[in-house]
């Protein structure tokens, strides 16, 4: 394990802390045992001194119904069907009002001092084990739900407003992961406390390497621009093959991660069509544990959002963006006030205000002609990620917002 630079240590070692101890009770609707964003914050809790539980649900048979996980006591609710049953909605919403019994049970079960819901589905089930056990309520908010954008909307999104206004009020306290949310949130409804936990990793010193090269059997002369992520419709990723024939030669484009529906076929195609497969190439996610290695092996970092999809996309502050900063590339970004804020102070990265694919092209062209700048960028990246960015030091805010939390009980 690499060793924890100074400004870290100082972090983690700092004394000013007093932990509160308490219980707490973590609930997700989906399998935790691959979620490091929900495992690092109840591992965190568990550091401090809390008995955390987690209760989280499977789709597995085999699955254990118990296991400690890193000082966290993780209960499975599960449920064959959770995943395969979203294809029919009439089956889908039985087995829905199912879980959500079976989640409430399993919560009142589990007793806590605070009931912690991740994400906005597990708002429901959580809210009513607090208010039945008269219990504080935490909600870690991920993403906005208002306005509803006009396309590829699901079920939440449709609600989520709604639900934000029948439980917030109601709750002790709320994480955001960006500032400009919290503050629309605030706007909104009455929230008492609210922290911010920005979605940063676990601090590591990561070497340039060449996986991502050697991996699609590209010279060492061949720049690299990296999009990793959910490759999903509303991250502007047909615009970004578009923009790859205006490219510089020997450039080319790398979109890296998970699938989301008929989204890869559709790229494909139109890599295909557009005569760019070779210079737009598509990989598969990797192990979290594998990431930052391929991420170093890139040149140029890319979270080129719409802002004018949704109001959670225009002020989002995705964890993609720390790890670029973490492996060291330089960003280019839309403008995207909470990225574009970070990109300017820390001075990581260049803003563009188009999506128009000569403009993608363009921005990506200028940032690569000038060698000297770029290694300024991957320097000042590296020294926010060791000294900024890492969870060894947002953890803090955790902790403390916890023992805000549990000194009025």
Known sequence: MNALPKTVKAAVEDASIETIYGKVCIHVLRE?????????????????????????????RTCPVREERSGVMIEHIVVPDWFTARRFELWFFMIAVQTFIRSVLHLMRTKADVYHASELTALPATFLAAALRRKKLIFELYDLQFPVPLTHVGFWRYVGASLYGLFLPHCAGVIVTSAYHGNEVKKRYK??????????????AIEKTNRLRECLGISSHTRIILYQGNIQADRGLDQLVLAAQHLEPDSIIVIMGKGVGEVPLQLEALITREGMGERVKLLPAVAYEDLLEWTASADLGLTLFSPHYSLSIRYTLPNKL?????????????????????????QVGEVIDSLDPPQIAAGINRMLADPAALAQMSHNALRVAREQFNWEIEKRELVLFYQKMLSSI
């Open 322 to 346: 720390f790890e670029y900063l973490m492996a060291g590339l330089p960003v280019l970004s839309m403008e995207l006030e909470a990225i574009a804020e970070v990109l300017r102070t820390s």
């Open 32 to 60: 935790s045992r691959q979620d490091f964003r929900l495992l690092r914050t109840a591992t965190a809790l568990a550091e401090a001194g809390y008995a955390v539980s987690l209760v989280d649900v499977v789709a597995q």
């Open 191 to 204: 929230v008492p406390e609210m922290a911010l936990l920005r979605n940063v990793p676990s601090y590591r």
